[in-house]
C-alpha cells in the first residue's frame, strides 16, 4: 500500500535488459533505507516492485516482461529521475490517496501550460485504450507516476484528463522535467472501481439487454 506522496526523485543506475526482463538500481539514501530489505515493496514511478538486493546505497529492482509493456519502465534510461514511495507502515498520515502501485496503462502528455506558481498538464489516453476513464470523475483522484493528484478536468469525449500542480509538488516529483509527448503511469482510485463495477454489474442483472 501506498500513499501517492513521492518521497524522493532518483536516478536510475545501470540497466541490464535481457529478454523478457529488465533489472536497474536506485540510489536510495539511507533515510529511507530505514529497515528496508530485500522482498520489500517500493513504489517507481507509481509501479510496485520488489527490492531484489541492496548493496550499500544502491537498492535493485526487477521488472517483467507484462510490467515493461503496461508501463513506462520499458522507457527508462541511465539517469533518468523516477518517483519513489516507500511501502506505508500501518499507523502512516495519508496525505493522498490509498494506492496499490498497479497501473492500469498509461497517458501521453497532450499539453502543458506553465506560468510562474502554476503549472496544468492534461493527459491524453487515446480512444483504443481509454476504457479506465469510467472511473474517473471530475475533483476526483487519480495516480499518474505514483504521486496522488485530483483530476482538475475531464473531457471523456477527447479522452483527456487534466490536473494542477503547485511548485512543491514540481520540486518533489519529475512532472517538472515532463515535455508533450512523454509517457506517464496511471493508477486509478480502486474504491471508486469497485462502485462503479458493482453498479454496473447490479444494473445489467437487473435490467438484462433484451435479445
Same mark, same amino acid.
Given at each position: 500500500? &501506498? ?31 530505514? %529497515?528496508?530489505?530485500?522482498? $520489500?515493496?517500493? $513504489?517507481? /514511478? ?11 546505497? %544502491?537498492? &535493485? ?9 503496461? #508501463?513506462?519502465?520499458?522507457?527508462? =534510461?541511465?539517469? =533518468?529521475?523516477?518517483?519513489? @514511495?516507500?511501502?506505508?507502515?500501518? %499507523?502512516? @498520515? ?11 496503462? #498509461? ?7 506553465? %506560468?510562474? /506558481? ?16 469510467? &472511473? ?22 477527447? $479522452? #483527456? ?14 512532472? $517538472? ?14 474504491? #471508486? ?13 437487473? &435490467?438484462?439487454?433484451? =435479445?
Amino acid at each position: 500500500m &501506498y500513499t501517492g506522496i513521492v518521497q524522493a526523485l532518483l536516478p536510475a543506475g545501470h540497466i541490464d535488459r535481457r529478454p523478457g526482463l529488465m533489472s536497474f538500481s536506485l540510489p536510495v539514501p539511507a533515510e529511507l533505507q530505514i %529497515d528496508l530489505e530485500p522482498g $520489500a515493496s517500493v $513504489a517507481v /514511478n507509481g509501479v510496485c516492485l520488489t527490492v531484489t538486493r541492496i548493496a550499500g546505497e %544502491d537498492v &535493485y529492482f526487477d521488472a517483467i516482461a507484462e510490467t515493461l509493456a503496461l #508501463t513506462n519502465l520499458g522507457l527508462l =534510461a541511465e539517469g =533518468a529521475l523516477v518517483n519513489m @514511495e516507500r511501502s506505508a507502515r500501518h %499507523d502512516a @498520515e495519508v496525505g493522498g490517496h490509498i494506492l496499490s502501485g498497479h497501473i492500469i496503462g #498509461t497517458a501521453i502528455v497532450n499539453r502543458i501550460v506553465r %506560468d510562474e /506558481n502554476n503549472c496544468r498538464m492534461t493527459f491524453g489516453v487515446g480512444h483504443s485504450s481509454s476504457q479506465w476513464l469510467k &472511473y474517473v470523475f471530475h475533483k476526483g483522484f487519480i495516480a499518474i507516476n505514483g504521486a496522488s493528484l485530483t483530476v482538475a478536468e475531464l473531457n471523456r469525449d477527447e $479522452a #483527456t484528463v487534466t490536473v494542477n500542480l503547485i511548485p512543491e509538488t514540481l520540486r518533489r516529483t519529475n512532472f $517538472a522535467l515532463l515535455d508533450e509527448g512523454d509517457e506517464v503511469n496511471i493508477e486509478i482510485e480502486s474504491q #471508486t472501481q469497485a462502485i462503479v463495477d458493482t453498479v454496473e454489474r447490479v444494473m445489467a442483472e437487473r &435490467y438484462p439487454m433484451s =435479445a
